[in-house]
Structure formats: structure tokens, C-alpha cells
């Protein structure tokens, strides 16, 4: 079992920052890729960024590419988000997600992904 806890969500304006975190713990997350999802209410949950196993590849989806970027330290089992020039567009809560494959590679849909956190609401006012 793997529990993941995110945390760093918040209010904040827009072209503002916010770094969120998600801490694992149960196993180690060392061999897995994880990723970031969000999601508003009455739509689908999206995907918005992965990170390989080793930290040495990544994917963002188009909408957040050169504003958001994910990086992980396995040694504190965390993996973050940091989020730049954030827009009303990116309210959402945020989800950090393990893919227990070990060494696998990058993959973007949500049913990829075995363990969720409870999620991080992030809110940013135009």
C-alpha cells in the first residue's frame, strides 16, 4: 500500500506561484512514476504532469508546458509541483498519483495509476 498527502494548495492570484508537495509513505516510490491530475467540479478528472522512476523525464500537458514543473526527491519519497504564472484556468483541486509499475515508463490517463492522495485545492482569482 502506498498512502500519498498533498499539501500546498491554496489561494493565491493569478501570475502568482505555488509549490505543492506529495509525500509517500507506506513503500517507496522510487521505482514508480507518478503524476499530478486535477480536476474541477462536474468535469472529468485531467491529467497535467508525470515524472519517470528516476526523475529524468517528464510530460506536461499542453495547456501548463514552460509554467508548471514537476520533480521529485526519492530519498524524502516526495515529488512536487511548482506551479508559475498560475491562471484562473488552473482552480482545480490537485492530485498526486503513484503508478506502481516498477520502472515504467511515462503514461497520462488516470486509470494507469494505482494510488491517489486526497487532493490539494488550488484557487487563483483573476
Known amino acids: 500500500q502506498v498512502q500519498l498527502v498533498e499539501s500546498g494548495g491554496g489561494l493565491v492570484q493569478a501570475g502568482g506561484s505555488l509549490r505543492l508537495s506529495c509525500a509517500a509513505s507506506?513503500?517507496?516510490?522510487?521505482?514508480?512514476?507518478m503524476a499530478w491530475f486535477r480536476q474541477v467540479p462536474g468535469k472529468e478528472r485531467e491529467f497535467v504532469t508525470c515524472?519517470?522512476?528516476?526523475?529524468?523525464?517528464?510530460y506536461y500537458r499542453e495547456s501548463v508546458k514552460g509554467r508548471f514543473f514537476v520533480s521529485r526527491d526519492n530519498g524524502k519519497n516526495t515529488v512536487y509541483l511548482q506551479m508559475n504564472n498560475l491562471k484562473f484556468e488552473d482552480t482545480a483541486v490537485y492530485y498526486c498519483?503513484?503508478?506502481?509499475?516498477?520502472?515504467?515508463?511515462?503514461?497520462?490517463?488516470?486509470?494507469?495509476?494505482?494510488?491517489w492522495g486526497q487532493g490539494t485545492q488550488v484557487t487563483v482569482s483573476s
Open positions: 498519483a503513484a503508478r506502481v509499475h516498477p520502472f515504467g515508463g511515462l503514461v497520462t490517463g488516470r486509470v494507469d495509476y494505482n494510488y
Open positions: 507506506g513503500r517507496t516510490i522510487s521505482n514508480y512514476t
Open positions: 515524472i519517470s522512476w528516476s526523475g529524468s523525464s517528464t
